[in-house]
């Protein structure tokens, strides 16, 4: 028998850091697919249809095709086969990938996007504008009143921290049905989304809790619960969802390693679903660049014929004082997304109403 | 009402590279629990007891607790309050973590372990080998005669390639049919690996689908399905596992980011129940020092009385010479896992077999 191959490509771009670059190349196309000796294997098809292919080499950036079937129509091995073992090799970054048709065909893409989040929200022609349900530590009842003075202050977005989880001071379940609650009551236009983190067997029966509970919109980190998860609450849950960088930074800090910040924290997240993809924004806590962000911005809301434009939450430290400056950097299709600013001062609903009144 | 702790702690060590240790470190005790600027917070029994402390502080190391609540008894808020958001710091790697009994006492740690593991194959004194199907490419049937043939030749543990997946070339269940039966007919004490990719919502599905026909362990990379994959097979499936480091190269490879070697590769597998972790080894095609690998293989079998020993699985380009050198280093208590060099020569049974005589 023989493969029966379509032809299609899916086009990875790896930069590589090496004093070898043509064999650096050679050796991704082996290990992401065969990870087996070429010469070992005696069927043509499979050494001309499998195989990686480099189809361009230029300095140090390699454009490496694979048969859209060895993907196999499932979001992990996609993922395995762009950047499984390479992952292991330091020098090789995955910087951009281009899909084909038929692998397009089955990722299911933004299921709100822009356009959706801003009719469910309201928010037209500006900003949306959100924060966080925090510290970790109070009640689901505390929460539920910080959350109702989030949502009459005007935000359009309420989202658990991240470190919220089922913990034995504030289980998922009385936290989810409180906060819901308080920020139906208080705006119904203004979205909940609390953060789901497993376990793995009851993701789905809490996303199916939290939707049953009143909330907008559910958070998801996929470096803490894997990617999939993602594209399966798209396709089973019908809430907008949101995309948490949390422990996915390695694959991103090392600028010679890892995958680009635009891939992994933009593109990756409108491929499988998400409608907002939260990160750190420049000059916060954390160390991306202006133009590691602008990257993200960017591949959320490029033009895509199979995918909808979804929106950047830049975050991670930013103040009221900062949103000038990223009006000026993200447009008006951002999330500006701000904590522990918003308690500065004492009045909560107050300091919203001033954040609500920046962006006009 | 107040906070209602045990007072049992999680004691993460951080090595930090950066001029300014104290203040990193203080940053991480934040950043990983209330996410809040304190000032802001008035409750001060969050302030002593939800927020992480700096136990010890020398040189570039910083011994950080945090409150075993915290954790929430489900694995990828473990990982969260490790590693969450100081994944996307530069300059802090996660080398070592000590758990309190209450943490410990949820992790299910190996089924087997590798008293279980020799059991099961009947290999007794000498280490467990192991090779892969492969090439992608190859039909069920193609891979089931290959399996026969490396059964055959005497090996106790045949995985599949992780390149395996879902394919239109080869589906999951028609491979691992036809190898199961393959392999049990050829010698009942050979395990078979089938490696699972997912979905997410399919996961559980296809590992009873695989032990059904007869498989008698599983593999799995927690870096494509998520680490909390590890801990629900092992609750639920009942085979031997195999923890394979796909995608999970970013977070180790940067020496002055990510997680140390042994943690992510030998500890955290360990905890969650694998059996058996699959890495690069020294000398092969990846770039892991013999330093490193020590490190994997000695959290894979350092005393602990929550939990059974499991097998270090050294791979990654091993050739039939290397024996020698890999049981100096690593002793009986080892998976050799070779791919392609077995299929040098021609003879495949008979190459297992010079294989399995390298051994005693």
């Known amino acids: 028998m023989s493969l029966d191959l379509s032809g299609e490509r899916i086009r990875a771009t790896y930069r590589l850091t090496t004093s070898e670059p043509e064999a650096l190349a050679e050796a991704i196309c082996v290990e992401q697919t065969v990870e087996f000796p070429p010469e070992f294997i005696g069927r043509q098809d499979i050494l001309d249809g499998i195989i990686g292919q480099v189809e361009h080499l230029e300095a140090s950036e390699a454009v490496i095709s694979y048969p859209a079937e060895a993907a196999g129509a499932e979001v ?79 935000l359009d977005l309420i989202k658990d921290d991240h470190g919220l989880a089922h913990q034995p001071f504030c289980s998922f379940e009385e936290r989810v049905k409180r906060a819901a609650a308080s920020i139906r009551e208080a705006d119904p236009t203004c979205l909940y989304a609390p953060h789901l983190t497993g376990p793995a067997h009851r993701l789905l029966e809490r996303a199916e809790l939290a939707r049953d509970a009143g909330a907008g919109a559910l958070m998801v980190c996929p470096g803490l619960v894997g990617w999939d998860v993602l594209r399966l609450l798209r396709e089973e849950i019908g809430l907008p969802l949101l995309c948490h960088p949390a422990a996915l930074g390695s694959a991103v800090v090392s600028r010679a390693q890892g995958v680009e910040h635009g891939l992994l924290l933009g593109t990756l997240p409108r491929w499988l679903g998400a409608d907002v993809t939260i990160f750190p924004n420049h000059g916060g806590r954390f160390t991306f660049t202006p133009a590691e962000c602008q990257g993200i911005a960017a591949a959320c809301t490029s033009p895509d014929p199979s995918f909808a434009p979804m929106l950047p939450a830049p975050a991670g430290g930013m103040r009221l004082e900062r949103v000038p400056d990223m009006l000026d950097l993200y447009g008006q299709d951002v999330v500006l997304l701000i904590g522990g600013d918003l308690h500065r001062g004492g009045d909560l609903v107050e300091r919203c109403r001033a954040f609500r009144e920046l962006v006009g």
Chains 1, 2 share one sequence.
């Open 76 to 154: 992990p091995q996609l993922l395995n086969l762009l950047f499984g073992n390479v992952s292991l090799v330091p020098g090789v970054r995955l910087v951009s990938v281009q899909l084909p048709a038929s692998v397009r065909a089955w990722l299911p893409g933004p299921g709100f996007g822009i356009e959706g989040l801003r009719r469910l929200t309201g928010a037209v022609g500006r900003p949306l504008l959100a924060s966080a349900l925090k510290p970790m530590g109070l009640s689901p009842r505390e929460l539920a009143s910080l959350a109702r003075d989030l949502a009459r202050g005007g």
